[in-house]
């Protein structure tokens, strides 16, 4: 079970006043404090790493487990094996059912997709779902080192969260404009006759920015900006 779900589970308990069925009133409590700390620090030490991009190995370092350890006696960190092994995906697994639990009360979806490359190197696809209120989510990352990016592999990827979340759900799907992603929206929205098929206009502001910082006025700038970006990246 993920650390928020066990999190979740204990809080519920307590509300419901069920710790005491576990052991003793007093044991049961006890336990569950554990169980729940444990989580909940487990769970913020999961979003921290994310956040910074840490690797799980660094949770392990000699003076982060002192931090933790000495913050509360409680908790005794888990191994990067742990971490790598179970709870990053028993983590993403409890996200996803969140998710999509969410998702199947919305409508007038939207999809937003792109492909990059990771600092591995490798090539990855990210599926996103935009809600109608703006709210953005992280719905796919699908690895395709391996994989032609032709025009039905980026179908298949749309058609599958189409799929999942059922398609009369979406408003529109969106992304640039390159040949091989164009058609791939064209041939996914052909299926599916109720979802519009949008190019990005962020993308083309993009180049129009792009061309504009070529012109020799904006050299010194963006002379600077390449130094200090180099720098903190």
């Known amino acids: 079970m993920a650390p928020a779900a066990r999190v979740e589970e204990v809080e519920q308990k307590w509300k419901e006043g069920a710790t005491e069925g576990m052991l003793t009133a007093e044991q049961s409590r006890k336990k569950a404090k554990v169980v729940w700390t444990v989580g909940k620090v487990s769970t913020k030490l999961f979003e921290a790493?994310?956040?910074?991009?840490?690797?799980?190995?660094?949770?392990?370092?000699?003076?982060?487990?002192?931090?933790?350890?000495?913050?509360?006696?409680?908790?005794?960190?888990?191994?990067?094996?742990?971490?790598?092994?179970?709870?990053?995906?028993?983590?993403?697994?409890?996200?996803?059912?969140?998710?999509?639990?969410?998702?199947?009360?919305?409508?007038?979806?939207?999809?937003?997709?792109?492909?990059?490359?990771?600092?591995?190197?490798?090539?990855?696809?990210t599926m996103h779902v935009i809600t109608p209120d703006c709210r953005v989510l992280l719905y796919k990352g699908d690895q395709s080192s391996a994989i032609s990016h032709d025009a039905g592999y980026v179908k298949g990827l749309i058609c599958d969260v189409l799929d999942d979340l059922g398609a009369w759900r979406f408003a529109g799907v969106v992304s640039d404009n390159t040949g091989n992603v164009k058609k791939g929206r064209q041939e996914a929205t052909k299926l599916n006759p109720s979802v519009i098929n949008l190019q990005d206009s962020v993308h083309q502001l993009h180049n129009t920015c792009k061309d504009i910082a070529k012109l020799e006025t904006f050299d010194a700038v963006c002379s600077a900006l390449y130094k200090w970006h180099s720098y903190v990246y």
């Open 49 to 125: 790493s994310r956040a910074a991009r840490t690797p799980s190995p660094n949770c392990r370092l000699p003076p982060m487990e002192k931090l933790l350890t000495d913050a509360n006696s409680l908790y005794t960190p888990a191994s990067a094996t742990t971490l790598q092994d179970s709870h990053i995906p028993q983590q993403a697994t409890f996200v996803r059912e969140k998710q999509m639990v969410y998702l199947r009360t919305q409508e007038n979806l939207t999809i937003s997709f792109d492909g990059g490359t990771t600092r591995k190197p490798q090539s990855v696809y």
